[in-house]
């Protein structure tokens, strides 16, 4: 049985650890089998092949939820590059638990979701399910609560353009940074683009969606880890994109337009400016986790 769980684009903007949604590409593939014992084969971009690996994290959290000592033998096609701001270690850990889920004949979202977050959280040192949640969904997610877990899902359909340079930037680094209080005024500033965002998302307007890519609570502590972040968004904008920003922690940059292709292809360029490769994925939101 194999499962293939794709990249995630956290934050959206204003949604700091609230708004996520699932794309199309890069992607990991998780075939997997009941076994006597522990075991993980990775292909592709390197993890750990033991049990750091956060997919027998999170497969082992489901079965210890539901008191089952199930063990799977794994071969881990990773195509998400860890450390890259579109959830890798989200999609691992999804497609663990979907395994575990698979197995043992669970078919409760919460429980597979909460298994998956417990893999996030290893990764990162955080709870934060705004990789997992789309992941699964592929929707664009809203996170209301987490105790209880609810959810709030936007069905999308446009294409992006994700732009994943060269360095690497751990999740667990990029939150340590971040202040624990933020001034009022930035406070205010997020809860109108966000609330603005949804609106137009619901009425798929993507000029305004785009322009309401901004961020008050992360991105500006954030820029000290990514000198480039504004030189990359100017010529995004000039090459005609509605909005640009960065995904999840990043340094993965998202950018929603018309030619969305000629706006990867200027974004790679302004990096390859500055000596930095860059992977380019055109893609469309809206994907979930597919079974093959
Ligand atoms: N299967 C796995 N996939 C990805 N990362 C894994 C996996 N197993 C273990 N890890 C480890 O988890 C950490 C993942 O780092 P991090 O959370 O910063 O990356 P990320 O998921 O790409 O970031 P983001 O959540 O911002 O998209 C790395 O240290 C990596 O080696
Ligand atoms: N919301 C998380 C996503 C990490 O990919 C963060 O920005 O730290």
Same mark, same amino acid.
């Given at each position: 049985m194999k499962v293939r769980v794709h990249a995630t684009i956290a934050n959206?903007?204003?949604?700091?650890d609230v708004f996520g949604v699932g794309v199309g590409k890069p992607y990991d593939e998780l075939s997997f089998k009941e076994s006597d014992e522990w075991m993980v084969r990775v292909k592709g971009y390197q993890v750990p /092949?033991?049990?750091?690996?956060i997919a027998i994290v999170s497969a082992k959290a489901l079965a210890a939820m539901v008191g089952e000592e199930t063990a799977l033998e794994m071969k881990l096609t990773k195509g998400i590059r860890p450390k890259?701001?579109?959830g890798s270690s989200g999609a691992s850990s999804l497609a663990g638990a979907l395994a575990m889920a698979k197995v043992l004949g669970v078919e409760d979202d919460e429980m597979i979701l909460r298994a998956a977050m417990e893999g996030e959280r290893v990764a990162s040192g955080s709870v934060h399910g705004d990789n997992v949640i789309p992941a699964y969904y592929g929707d664009f997610t809203i996170?209301?609560?987490? /105790?209880?877990l609810k959810i709030w899902r936007i069905p999308v359909n446009f294409e992006v353009v994700v732009v994943l340079p060269a360095i690497e930037i751990p999740t667990s680094e990029a939150r340590k940074i971040l202040p624990s209080k933020i001034p009022r005024k930035d406070a205010i500033r997020n809860l109108a683009l966000a609330a603005s965002l949804i609106l137009a998302l619901k009425e798929n307007d993507l000029q305004t969606v785009g322009r309401l890519l901004?961020?008050?609570?992360?991105l500006p502590y954030r820029k000290q880890l990514m000198q480039w972040y504004e030189t990359v968004r100017e010529a995004a904008l000039e090459a005609g994109a509605y909005g640009f920003s960065v995904s999840g922690s990043g340094p993965a940059v998202f950018a929603i337009g018309e030619d969305v292709a000629q706006i990867g292809k200027v974004i790679a360029e302004t990096f390859s400016g500055m000596d930095i490769k860059a992977d380019v994925y055109v893609t469309k939101v809206g994907r979930g986790a597919i079974w093959f």
């Open positions: 959206f903007g204003p949604g700091f /092949e033991n049990s750091n690996n890259s701001g579109i996170i209301e609560s987490y /105790e209880p901004d961020d008050r609570i992360a």
